[in-house]
């Protein structure tokens, strides 16, 4: 069984700052890229930020040099540092993680159950 589980959201006021965090549990033989998404209300789920095992990161355009992505591999966890929240940045945050379990030959993305991240004054 591999699990992947969010935490940190929250209600901030514009300017604010969060950090998220999701860790990644289970029989994992050996965990890759991992990644946030997000999904405002009658929007589809957008990439937001990933990086890879070694560190590499992609960010979307919007929120380049205002949200940080991180990873803990000791910890198997990936942050997200949100700095200078907007109101358009408000959504339902997503992890995601591509794992290859103790039982499997092959990697298979995991995702978490999200966690709703909502900037207004």
């Known amino acids: 069984q591999v699990q992947v589980v969010e935490s940190g959201g929250g209600l901030v006021q514009p300017g604010g700052s969060l950090r998220l965090s999701c860790a990644a549990s289970?029989?994992?033989?050996?965990?890759?890229?991992m990644g946030w998404y997000r999904q405002a209300p009658g929007k589809e789920r957008e990439l937001v930020a990933t990086i890879t095992s070694t560190g590499s990161t992609k960010y979307q355009d919007s929120v380049k040099g205002r949200l940080t992505i991180s990873r803990d591999n000791g910890k198997k966890t990936v942050y997200l540092q949100m700095n200078s929240l907007k109101p358009e940045d408000t959504a339902v945050y997503y992890c995601?993680?591509?794992?290859?379990?103790?039982?499997?030959?092959?990697?298979?993305?995991?995702w978490g159950q999200g966690t709703q991240v909502t900037v207004s004054s």
């Open positions: 995601t993680a591509n794992i290859q379990s103790s039982w499997s030959y092959k990697p298979s993305d995991y």
């Open positions: 289970g029989s994992i033989f050996k965990l890759n890229a």
